[in-house]
Protein backbone atom coordinates (compact mmCIF):
# COMPACT_ATOMS: atom_id res chain seq x y z
CA UNK A 1 0.00 0.00 0.00
CA UNK A 2 1.42 3.73 -1.02
CA UNK A 3 1.18 6.00 2.08
CA UNK A 4 -2.24 7.21 3.67
CA UNK A 5 -4.33 9.38 1.40
CA UNK A 6 -6.02 12.61 3.14
CA UNK A 7 -9.06 13.96 1.71
CA UNK A 8 -9.76 17.58 3.71
CA UNK A 9 -13.61 18.40 4.13
CA UNK A 10 -15.65 20.34 5.70
CA UNK A 11 -19.20 19.56 6.68
CA UNK A 12 -21.95 21.15 4.02
CA UNK A 13 -25.14 22.87 5.49
CA UNK A 14 -26.54 24.21 2.30
CA UNK A 15 -28.54 21.08 0.66
CA UNK A 16 -30.54 20.65 -2.69
CA UNK A 17 -29.42 20.53 -6.19
CA UNK A 18 -29.38 24.36 -6.59
CA UNK A 19 -26.99 24.84 -3.06
CA UNK A 20 -25.00 22.26 -5.25
CA UNK A 21 -24.36 24.06 -8.58
CA UNK A 22 -23.35 27.23 -6.59
CA UNK A 23 -20.64 25.32 -4.49
CA UNK A 24 -19.10 24.04 -7.83
CA UNK A 25 -19.50 27.33 -9.98
CA UNK A 26 -19.00 29.79 -7.28
CA UNK A 27 -16.51 27.98 -4.97
CA UNK A 28 -14.79 25.43 -7.22
CA UNK A 29 -16.07 23.11 -4.49
CA UNK A 30 -17.53 19.51 -5.24
CA UNK A 31 -20.44 18.43 -2.74
CA UNK A 32 -19.82 15.19 -1.11
CA UNK A 33 -21.52 12.79 1.80
CA UNK A 34 -20.03 10.23 4.18
CA UNK A 35 -21.85 7.80 5.12
CA UNK A 36 -21.91 4.14 7.01
CA UNK A 37 -20.41 2.61 10.34
CA UNK A 38 -22.71 3.39 13.68
CA UNK A 39 -22.79 7.62 12.75
CA UNK A 40 -25.30 9.47 10.54
CA UNK A 41 -24.23 10.40 7.33
CA UNK A 42 -22.65 14.01 6.63
CA UNK A 43 -23.00 16.15 4.05
CA UNK A 44 -19.22 17.72 3.27
CA UNK A 45 -17.64 20.00 0.78
CA UNK A 46 -14.11 19.61 -0.35
CA UNK A 47 -11.80 21.50 -3.17
CA UNK A 48 -12.41 20.60 -6.63
CA UNK A 49 -8.78 21.13 -7.17
CA UNK A 50 -7.12 18.58 -4.22
CA UNK A 51 -9.95 15.94 -4.98
CA UNK A 52 -8.88 15.86 -8.97
CA UNK A 53 -4.97 15.64 -7.88
CA UNK A 54 -6.12 12.74 -5.50
CA UNK A 55 -7.80 10.86 -8.21
CA UNK A 56 -4.83 10.83 -10.75
CA UNK A 57 -3.59 8.60 -8.65
CA UNK A 58 -5.04 5.01 -9.30
CA UNK A 59 -4.39 3.73 -5.70
CA UNK A 60 -7.19 6.91 -4.88
CA UNK A 61 -9.59 3.99 -5.37
CA UNK A 62 -8.59 1.31 -3.85
CA UNK A 63 -6.90 2.42 -0.60
CA UNK A 64 -8.29 3.50 2.62
CA UNK A 65 -8.62 6.96 2.85
CA UNK A 66 -8.05 9.36 6.08
CA UNK A 67 -11.19 12.05 5.70
CA UNK A 68 -10.48 15.28 7.84
CA UNK A 69 -13.46 16.73 8.31
CA UNK A 70 -12.71 20.07 10.27
CA UNK A 71 -9.97 18.51 11.98
CA UNK A 72 -11.19 15.11 13.02
CA UNK A 73 -10.42 12.01 10.90
CA UNK A 74 -12.71 9.35 9.94
CA UNK A 75 -11.60 6.03 7.98
CA UNK A 76 -13.40 5.40 4.69
CA UNK A 77 -13.28 3.93 1.22
CA UNK A 78 -14.13 6.50 -1.97
CA UNK A 79 -17.45 4.63 -2.50
CA UNK A 80 -19.26 6.50 -5.76
CA UNK A 81 -18.03 9.24 -8.15
CA UNK A 82 -19.83 11.68 -10.35
CA UNK A 83 -17.94 13.11 -13.30
CA UNK A 84 -18.96 15.65 -15.93
CA UNK A 85 -20.10 13.87 -19.27
CA UNK A 86 -17.95 16.68 -21.12
CA UNK A 87 -15.91 18.34 -18.36
CA UNK A 88 -12.49 17.34 -16.16
CA UNK A 89 -14.87 18.14 -13.54
CA UNK A 90 -16.37 15.80 -10.43
CA UNK A 91 -19.56 16.53 -9.35
CA UNK A 92 -20.10 14.71 -6.35
CA UNK A 93 -18.68 12.08 -4.24
CA UNK A 94 -19.66 9.61 -1.68
CA UNK A 95 -17.19 7.68 1.00
CA UNK A 96 -18.18 4.92 3.23
CA UNK A 97 -16.66 4.31 6.88
CA UNK A 98 -14.94 1.40 7.17
CA UNK A 99 -13.91 -0.57 10.59
CA UNK A 100 -10.73 -2.51 10.94
CA UNK A 101 -13.11 -5.47 12.01
CA UNK A 102 -15.70 -4.84 9.52
CA UNK A 103 -15.35 -6.84 5.91
CA UNK A 104 -15.76 -4.21 2.81
CA UNK A 105 -16.81 -4.82 -0.60
CA UNK A 106 -14.04 -2.80 -2.96
CA UNK A 107 -13.13 -2.68 -6.58
CA UNK A 108 -9.81 -3.38 -7.38
CA UNK A 109 -8.01 -2.50 -10.81
CA UNK A 110 -6.50 -5.60 -12.04
CA UNK A 111 -2.76 -5.18 -13.85
CA UNK A 112 -1.98 -7.33 -16.62
CA UNK A 113 1.77 -8.56 -15.98
CA UNK A 114 4.08 -10.41 -18.55
CA UNK A 115 2.54 -9.69 -22.07
CA UNK A 116 5.82 -9.75 -23.88
CA UNK A 117 6.33 -12.49 -22.67
CA UNK A 118 2.90 -14.89 -23.16
CA UNK A 119 3.27 -18.02 -24.84
CA UNK A 120 0.67 -17.65 -26.61
CA UNK A 121 1.77 -14.38 -28.29
CA UNK A 122 5.21 -14.71 -29.00
CA UNK A 123 5.37 -18.61 -29.78
CA UNK A 124 2.04 -19.25 -30.64
CA UNK A 125 1.34 -16.01 -33.00
CA UNK A 126 -1.95 -15.17 -30.89
CA UNK A 127 -3.23 -11.65 -29.30
CA UNK A 128 -4.20 -10.64 -25.83
CA UNK A 129 -7.41 -9.01 -25.05
CA UNK A 130 -8.85 -8.01 -22.08
CA UNK A 131 -12.08 -8.73 -20.62
CA UNK A 132 -11.96 -6.42 -17.20
CA UNK A 133 -9.96 -4.17 -16.21
CA UNK A 134 -11.29 -4.66 -12.51
CA UNK A 135 -12.29 -6.96 -10.11
CA UNK A 136 -14.25 -6.44 -6.98
CA UNK A 137 -13.16 -7.97 -3.76
CA UNK A 138 -13.91 -8.77 -0.55
CA UNK A 139 -11.74 -8.31 2.64
CA UNK A 140 -10.90 -6.42 5.83
CA UNK A 141 -9.56 -2.69 5.55
CA UNK A 142 -6.16 -3.88 6.82
CA UNK A 143 -6.06 -6.67 3.70
CA UNK A 144 -6.81 -4.41 0.50
CA UNK A 145 -4.56 -4.73 -1.66
CA UNK A 146 -3.86 -1.40 -4.26
CA UNK A 147 -4.49 -4.09 -7.12
CA UNK A 148 -4.39 -7.84 -8.49
CA UNK A 149 -2.07 -8.71 -11.01
CA UNK A 150 -2.78 -10.90 -13.96
CA UNK A 151 0.27 -12.91 -15.03
CA UNK A 152 -0.01 -13.95 -18.65
CA UNK A 153 3.34 -15.43 -19.20
CA UNK A 154 1.75 -19.31 -18.95
CA UNK A 155 -0.99 -18.66 -20.78
CA UNK A 156 -1.29 -20.73 -24.23
CA UNK A 157 -3.23 -19.30 -27.44
CA UNK A 158 -7.19 -20.04 -27.36
CA UNK A 159 -6.86 -20.06 -23.46
CA UNK A 160 -8.85 -18.09 -21.05
CA UNK A 161 -7.95 -16.46 -17.68
CA UNK A 162 -11.16 -16.79 -15.58
CA UNK A 163 -11.92 -15.27 -12.09
CA UNK A 164 -10.93 -18.43 -10.16
CA UNK A 165 -7.56 -18.18 -12.25
CA UNK A 166 -6.29 -15.19 -10.07
CA UNK A 167 -3.64 -15.28 -7.38
CA UNK A 168 -5.14 -13.37 -4.29
CA UNK A 169 -3.26 -12.09 -1.60
CA UNK A 170 -4.04 -13.57 1.80
CA UNK A 171 -7.66 -12.46 3.51
CA UNK A 172 -8.74 -11.61 -0.05
CA UNK A 173 -11.70 -13.10 -1.89
CA UNK A 174 -13.42 -12.38 -5.19
CA UNK A 175 -16.64 -11.05 -4.35
CA UNK A 176 -18.39 -12.68 -7.76
CA UNK A 177 -17.44 -16.05 -6.77
CA UNK A 178 -19.18 -16.28 -3.72
CA UNK A 179 -22.15 -16.53 -5.90
CA UNK A 180 -21.54 -19.97 -7.47
CA UNK A 181 -19.22 -20.77 -10.82
CA UNK A 182 -21.57 -19.21 -13.31
CA UNK A 183 -20.25 -15.75 -11.75
CA UNK A 184 -16.56 -17.21 -12.83
CA UNK A 185 -16.16 -14.73 -15.40
CA UNK A 186 -13.17 -14.14 -18.39
CA UNK A 187 -10.83 -11.52 -17.26
CA UNK A 188 -8.47 -12.05 -20.33
CA UNK A 189 -8.16 -14.53 -23.51
CA UNK A 190 -5.23 -14.98 -26.27
CA UNK A 191 -7.15 -15.30 -29.67
CA UNK A 192 -5.31 -16.53 -32.59
CA UNK A 193 -5.89 -12.94 -35.47
CA UNK A 194 -9.07 -13.18 -37.33
CA UNK A 195 -7.64 -13.66 -40.64
CA UNK A 196 -5.73 -17.11 -39.45
CA UNK A 197 -8.14 -18.33 -37.26
CA UNK A 198 -10.75 -17.84 -40.61
CA UNK A 199 -8.37 -19.66 -43.08
CA UNK A 200 -8.02 -22.28 -40.79
CA UNK A 201 -11.42 -23.18 -40.21
CA UNK A 202 -11.82 -22.63 -44.15
CA UNK A 203 -9.02 -25.79 -44.29
CA UNK A 204 -10.98 -27.60 -42.13
CA UNK A 205 -13.93 -27.34 -43.92
CA UNK A 206 -12.66 -27.93 -47.41
CA UNK A 207 -11.08 -31.04 -46.28
CA UNK A 208 -14.07 -32.21 -44.60
CA UNK A 209 -16.01 -32.36 -48.29
Known amino acids: MTDAFVVNAEVRTDKGKGASRRLRRLDNLVPAIIYGGDKEPVSLTLKHNEIIKSLDN ?3 Y ?11 EESAILKDLQ ?9 HADFLRVS ?12 FTNEDACVGVKMEGGAISHQASDV ?6 GDLPEFIEVNMADVHVENIV ?8 EGVTITAL ?32
Open 162 to 169: HLSDLVLP
Open 136 to 141: EITCLP
Open 100 to 111: KNQPINVHVPLH
Open 178 to 209: QHGEDHDLPVAAVHKPKGEKAAEETEEEAGEE
Open 83 to 91: RHPARHEIL
Open 62 to 72: SHILTINIAGK
Open 58 to 60: EAF
